[in-house]
């Protein structure tokens, strides 16, 4: 079974803090992906990276910035968080053509 | 310019009756197509997937049919149970442009159903 884990369920932060979301998958898997899911909007690709440190900017990339050193771990980051990325970020990994398997999200919220 | 369409966000239906969901797309370079279900609190889980040399694919009470001249597709699920109350999430992808793993998601509708 593919498994994608995401550090934290639920995430409580201050506007202007520094936040990291990680996300590990055990398949060995290529591509891993960061969307956010907000009501009405369906998911939206944040980044994605296709391989080590290579990374490239999905539909939303403003405000966030992403590091992949390893190939199972991939982190999401939010220089300066802000009210309007309260969202469930979600982590996804697949191999170079494949169906994308999803962790369980984090709801991240920003007061 | 949302290129997945999900016209409704919500559908409710008795359960043993049949649910169709529906999604449309405009870009014609899309050639795989896939159905995800989501659980609150939960990521998104794979349910069904079609390509576009296909028309129609079965996995157990879930079809999907694609009609790629009116760049539509839907997902039904026959019979509808209880536990198949969730969002369903729509996605695309062009495999044969070279970003054959970026999927672009529709909006979801939210199937609820009922005893």
């Known amino acids: 079974d593919v498994k994608v884990t995401q550090s934290s369920r639920y995430l409580v932060k201050r506007t202007g803090e520094k936040v990291f979301l990680e996300c590990v998958q055990d398949?060995?898997?290529?591509?891993m992906f960061w969307y956010r899911q907000d009501p009405g909007l369906g998911l939206r690709l944040i980044y994605f990276?296709?391989?080590?440190?290579?990374?490239e900017k999905g539909d939303i990339p403003e405000g966030y910035s992403v590091s992949r050193e390893k190939k199972e771990r991939f982190s999401l980051i939010l220089e300066s968080a802000s009210t309007n990325q309260t969202s469930m970020y979600l982590c996804?990994?697949?191999?170079?053509?494949?169906?994308?398997?999803f962790g369980p999200g984090t709801r991240l919220t920003v007061l | 310019d949302q290129q997945v369409k999900q016209n409704s966000p919500s559908l409710s239906v008795q359960e043993g009756r049949i649910s169709i969901l529906n999604c449309d797309y405009t870009?014609?370079?899309?050639?795989?197509f896939l159905w995800y279900k989501k659980y609150p609190a939960e990521g998104p889980t794979f349910l069904i997937s079609i390509s576009s040399i296909k028309d129609k694919n079965e996995d157990g009470r879930f079809t999907v049919f694609l009609n790629k001249s009116a760049k539509h597709l839907s997902l039904h699920i026959v019979p509808s149970q209880p536990g198949d109350s969730a969002v369903y999430f729509c996605a695309a992808s062009a495999r044969g442009d070279g970003t054959a793993s970026k999927l672009t998601f529709g909006t979801g509708t939210r199937l609820q159903v009922t005893l």
């Open positions: 870009n014609s370079m899309f050639d795989y």
């Open positions: 990276s296709y391989d080590v440190k290579m990374k």
């Open positions: 398949m060995d898997h290529e591509n």
């Open positions: 996804a990994s697949s191999f170079l053509v494949g169906t994308q398997y």
